[in-house]
């Protein structure tokens, strides 16, 4: 099971933390990934990163303001989000799969997903 959290409602230019932690097995040898869903919009890819952490991929809409990163022996994944937009509010979930991409349209190719966690921008 994957649970985000750490959103919630910020100014436009702000900063936010979202973690997701996963609980009933363990996810240190999954890629992770966070996605986001506006409304009226259809899910799209954030930001994935390696088992190890050693490899991440973003979106070109975040790169330079959203970092992905892991703690394995906490179970936990981060997306450190600075530099906040409006366009960035959303409900964003994080997602597990055996096999990491570059890409996911549409979140497709993630096996494991968690409940969102709402991230509202004002401008």
């Known amino acids: 099971q994957l649970q985000a959290s750490g959103g919630g409602l910020v100014q436009a230019g702000g900063s936010l933390r979202l973690s997701c932690a996963a609980s009933?097995?363990?996810?240190?040898?999954?890629?992770m990934g966070w996605f986001r869903q506006a409304p009226g919009k259809e899910r799209e890819f954030v930001a994935a990163?390696?088992?190890?952490?050693?490899?991440?991929y973003y979106a070109d809409s975040v790169k330079g303001r959203f970092t992905i990163s892991r703690d394995n022996a906490k179970n936990t994944v981060y997306l450190q989000m600075n530099s906040l937009k409006p366009e960035d509010a959303a409900v964003y979930y994080c997602?597990?799969?055996?096999?990491?991409?570059?890409?996911?349209?549409?979140?497709?190719?993630?096996?494991?997903w968690g409940k969102g966690t709402q991230v509202t921008v004002s401008s």
């Open positions: 009933g097995r363990t996810f240190s040898s999954y890629a």
């Open positions: 990163i390696s088992w190890s952490g050693a490899v991440s």
């Open positions: 997602a597990a799969d055996a096999k990491l991409y570059s890409d996911y349209p549409s979140g497709s190719g993630m096996e494991y």
